[in-house]
């Protein structure tokens, strides 16, 4: 089993940046290949970024491309979410998410554990 905690969220206005943190506890954090999803109100969720084992491969979409990296800390069990340049079609709760499988099972939603979420809002 492995325990996700999302934070970081919050109000920022558009142009500003934060930065989202998932602390995992559990199995082997290493062992796990990480992302990060979103869901806007009435939308459902999205893939945003991935982040290999190692954290050498990474996957970012095309619409945060630029403006969003993923980075994890392994000796931490800590995966980033580096947000700059926030919209307010950004605004969405953010999940963090672990796959036993490869980056690329991330990016298809094949995901072993989701976190809770964390609540980011962008005013314009």
């Known amino acids: 089993q492995v325990q996700l905690v999302e934070s970081g969220g919050g109000l920022v206005q558009a142009g500003g940046s934060l930065r989202l943190s998932c602390a995992a506890s559990g199995r082997s954090f290493s062992s796990y290949a990480m992302g990060w999803f979103r869901q806007a109100p009435g939308k459902e969720r999205e893939f945003v970024a991935a982040?290999?084992?190692?954290?050498?491969?990474?996957y970012v979409r095309d619409a945060v491309k630029g403006r969003f990296t993923i980075s994890r800390d392994n000796a931490e069990n800590t995966v980033y979410l580096h947000m700059n340049s926030l919209k307010p079609e950004d605004t969405a709760i953010y999940y963090c998410a672990a796959s036993t499988g490869v980056t690329l099972s991330i990016k298809r939603g094949n995901i072993d554990y989701w976190g809770q979420g964390t609540q980011v809002t962008v005013s314009s």
């Open positions: 982040i290999s084992r190692g954290g050498a491969s990474t």
